[in-house]
Nanobody, 124 residues
């Protein structure tokens, strides 16, 4: 079992920046592919970004890829998502996720572990 705890969400003005963090409970953090999804009320969970267990491969959804960076520190069992030039449409609950080998990085059902989520609100 892996417990994931997100932090760093909050209220920010459009054009601002945030850095989300996700602390994982297990020392085997380094063996999991990690990612971020987000969700707004009444909508499906949306893929945001993912990074493989080595940190060498990253994928982003088109709407954030030019202004976001996903990274990980396996020594600290922590995942990060830095988002810049934030827009009101980035407002959502952001979830940290983890999965083992296989499956699709874009499919939320292929992730084994989810955090409780952190709210990001971008005001216009």
């Amino acid at each position: 079992q892996v417990q994931l705890v997100e932090s760093g969400g909050g209220l920010v003005q459009a054009g601002g920046s945030l850095r989300l963090s996700c602390a994982a409970s297990r020392r085997t953090f380094g063996s999991y592919d990690m990612g971020w999804f987000r969700q707004t009320p009444g909508k499906e969970r949306e893929f945001v970004a993912t990074i493989d267990y080595t940190g060498g491969r990253r994928h982003y959804t088109d709407s954030v890829k030019d202004r976001s960076t996903i990274s990980r520190d396996n020594a600290k069992n922590t995942l990060y998502l830095e988002m810049n030039s934030l827009k009101p449409e980035d407002t959502a609950v952001y979830y940290c996720v983890a999965k083992g080998p296989g499956g699709s990085v874009y499919n939320p059902t292929d992730y084994d572990y989810w955090g409780q989520g952190t709210q990001v609100t971008v005001s216009s």
